[in-house]
C-alpha cells in the first residue's frame, strides 16, 4: 500500500530545491515532501511560474493523499536562471528531463508530470521523447503551438526576422518581454505536437482536462487531443476558463483521482 499513510493527515514539509539543468541554469521548485517514494510533478504555462494558484492548489491536493510534488519554475521563469522564452517547448521538456533523473538520482520515482497551458504541450512533447513516465496530465494544453503567431508577432512575421534577425515583443506598456530570434521562431514552428503525441508510450496512462469556456486553447484542442492519443481519458469541466478561476475544485479532483485510482 504505497498510500497507506494517506488517511491520517500525512506529515508534509515544504522546502525549496534548486536543480541545475543542461545549460547550467538553475531550476528553483519547491518539494512537498510526504516521504512516499513516488513524487508528481508540476509544470506552469506561459509566462507564469511554480506559483500558479492552479500548481499551489494541485500540490495541496495530492499531498493530502500523501503523495509527493515538486513544482517548478521553467528557466527563465519566476525564481530559475536563464533568459524568457517566447517558444523552447522542447528546452522545457529538457527541464524536466533534468528534474526526473535529479529525483531517479535519490532512489525516488516520478508517478506522473502534469503540466498547465504552455506546460500541457510540454508533458505532452515530453512523454513522447522520454517514454519514462507512467501517468501524464495535460490542462488545457494548446494542440496547435503555431496558431495565434501572426496574432501575436503581426502577418508579415516571417519577412521581418529575415530582415531583422530578431522580433521584440512588447507587453501592453510597451516595454520589450521577449526577443524573439530567428532560431527561436524555427524552433516553434518545428514544434509539432500532434505528431509527438501519436509517439507516446501506449502503456502511459494520459489525462487531458480542458475547460469548456476557455478562450486562450479552445475545448476543440482537447477533442483532437482524444482523438489521437492512444491511453486517454478526456475530462470537460463545463464552464470552467482557461485558469480554472471557479472550477479548482473539479479541476483538483479530477486529477487527484486520475493519479491514484484507489480513490475512485
Known amino acids: 500500500m504505497a498510500h497507506s499513510h494517506s488517511a491520517q493527515n500525512p ?12 545549460h547550467g541554469e538553475k531550476l528553483v521548485g519547491i518539494l512537498h515532501e510526504t516521504q512516499s517514494k513516488e513524487i508528481v510533478v508540476l509544470c506552469h504555462g506561459f509566462n507564469r511560474s511554480k506559483d500558479d494558484i492552479i500548481l499551489v492548489n494541485l500540490a495541496a491536493a495530492l499531498e493530502k493523499e500523501g503523495i509527493s510534488v515538486f513544482r517548478f519554475d521553467f528557466s527563465g521563469n519566476g525564481e530559475s536562471e536563464g533568459p524568457p522564452q517566447f517558444g523552447g517547448f522542447y528546452r522545457e521538456a529538457d527541464d524536466i528531463r533534468t528534474v526526473v533523473q535529479h529525483f531517479s538520482g535519490e532512489n525516488r520515482v516520478v508517478s506522473a508530470i502534469l503540466g498547465h497551458s504552455k506546460g500541457g504541450s510540454v508533458v505532452l512533447l ?25 496574432e501575436a508577432l503581426g502577418a508579415d512575421y516571417m519577412q521581418r526576422i529575415k530582415k531583422d534577425g530578431y522580433i521584440d515583443i512588447k507587453n501592453k506598456t510597451g516595454c520589450v518581454e521577449y526577443r524573439l530570434t530567428e532560431e527561436d521562431l ?3 514552428l518545428r514544434t509539432d505536437i500532434p505528431k509527438a503525441c501519436l509517439k507516446i508510450d501506449k502503456e502511459c496512462r494520459v489525462l487531458t482536462v480542458h475547460g469548456s469556456d476557455d478562450d486562450i486553447n479552445p475545448v476543440e484542442d482537447a477533442l483532437k487531443f482524444a482523438k489521437i492519443i492512444i491511453n486517454h481519458r478526456l475530462f470537460i469541466i463545463k464552464g470552467a476558463d482557461h485558469f480554472y478561476t471557479s472550477h479548482q475544485i473539479e479541476l483538483t479532483s479530477a486529477v487527484v483521482k486520475f493519479i491514484n485510482p484507489t480513490l475512485e
Request: proline share 0%; net charge positive.
Open 11 to 22: 506529515v508534509t514539509e515544504q522546502r525549496r530545491v534548486i536543480i541545475t539543468n543542461k
Open 126 to 150: 515530453y512523454a513522447s521523447k522520454y517514454r519514462d513516465i507512467g501517468i501524464v496530465v495535460n490542462v488545457s494544453g494548446c494542440y496547435d503551438v503555431k496558431r495565434g503567431l501572426a
Open 186 to 188: 524555427m524552433d516553434i
